[in-house]
DNA sequence: GCGAAACTTAAATAAAACTTAAGAACAATT
DNA sequence: AATTGTTCTTAAGTTTTATTTAAGTTTCGC
């Protein structure tokens, strides 16, 4: 993991990023603001231990920078400010982690490891055909990256045939799907809630099988 | 916010849960592992704040008991063990954070708000769509650079919607984020708070999806 | 070309959300 | 402890929108 120190101490900084290096990081190591921004101009950089007094400029402005430029890159502030204000500033300007000096490397290490195994972590799950996209927990639908707007049950009838791509489901089995046991439906509604979806999407998302059923897909 | 504060001192734990409520949490308080355990079967539970000297066991199985079933809620350890080897132990164990007692309670409402900033992947303790702006951290929002006057829940409700934006939340999300567990909440509630946010922020900020729920800003 | 199945449309019905306003709960202040 | 003002909840009435129904039209396979 490609970690960026930016510490002017030049003793302190020199036995940090040895110990850094042990724990198993490639560490840059710089010690102004300018040389710290253009560090981050490469996109290389995973990981950020930020020292704030140094000698061309505040710290806070190399977060700033960073929290405007790749919000989720993560910043572990590492100073002799340790008072609480100092402190709440720099969390709520989008530090992750806030070490006053003096501290035990121990602890800075934990609280890296923290950082990183926080980036290694996972999205939410999607449901698509082509350019048309479905978020299951957020309740959403685009196509052509454009939101669409679908009422209930047309969410739910398009949510079944996505999950059931190339599958054909029966008129019958979709209903099953969106309504409740006992709760009969006496027409055909189906036929005119995938009448109302296909208005929205393209024709071929949704293919009739006639007598047997609908399917979603490509095939 | 849904909160699950596990302390057994039941001074510290009253005085906690107050001000935690004051920052906008809905907080759950227990003092046992045991209890501790039960609650989090729930799935209700967003955020943790952790003590680890409890009468019937230690916190740190509640710890690995979360990051065995929910790894991805984050934990906030609250406690008398500030040794090194605690800290580096709880944040090893999958801790986010780690603050030994005594402890700022201002500090400890600013590592929370980092946590639970991840938990929505926003930057820093600011949120905003267009001209509307929330701080949370100052528990104060602005329209138009005008400020805003918010009652709590008016306050919670957006504050959650902002969190989200994009997502859409169903009112029984909403009411799970403003309401505590037990607290059954009879009515329209949020349809009416809803509406008197709109009559202070452009009407476009909250969209409807009729039977789904509400969203913020841009789609 | 015939009949069954699917499509389209519009109106009727049902469901959800919005708007009010009143009073209960809560806080702050004297 | 009483008073005032604020915030929260309830509930009823209204409006808006989704869903169902049903009737007329088209399409498909035989």
């Not at 972590?121 to 350019?131: E, F, I, K």
């Not at 036929?191 to 293919?207: D, N, S």
Request: glycine share 6%; aromatic share 6%.
């Amino acid at each position: 993991m490609h970690l960026l120190l930016v510490e002017d101490d030049e003793l302190v900084a020199q036995g940090l990023s040895r110990s850094l290096r042990q724990q198993g990081y490639s560490v840059e190591h710089c010690a102004t603001v300018k040389a710290a921004l253009q560090w981050l101009q490469s996109d290389q950089i995973e990981l950020v231990v930020l020292d704030l007094g140094l000698p061309d400029g505040d710290g806070i402005d190399v977060l700033k920078h960073i929290k405007k430029h790749r919000k989720s890159l993560p910043v572990v502030i590492l100073t002799a400010r340790g008072s609480i204000d100092d402190k709440v500033l720099g969390l709520d300007l989008g530090a992750d982690d806030y070490l006053a000096k003096p501290f035990d490397p121990a602890e800075l290490f934990a609280r890296l490891r923290v950082a990183s195994r926080r980036l290694t972590q996972a999205q939410s799950s999607l449901l698509s055909v082509d350019d048309v996209v479905m978020d299951i927990a957020a309740h959403t639908v685009s196509y052509q990256q454009q939101p669409v707007n679908l009422p209930r049950k047309e969410f739910m009838l398009l949510k079944a045939l996505l999950e059931n791509q190339g599958r054909v489901l029966s008129k019958q089995q979709l209903e099953n799907k969106l309504y409740e046991w006992g709760e009969e439906v006496g027409s055909n509604t189906i036929e005119v809630h995938i009448h109302h979806l296909r208005k929205k999407f393209p024709k071929e998302l949704i293919k009739t099988l006639r007598g047997i059923g609908y399917v979603a897909g490509k095939r």
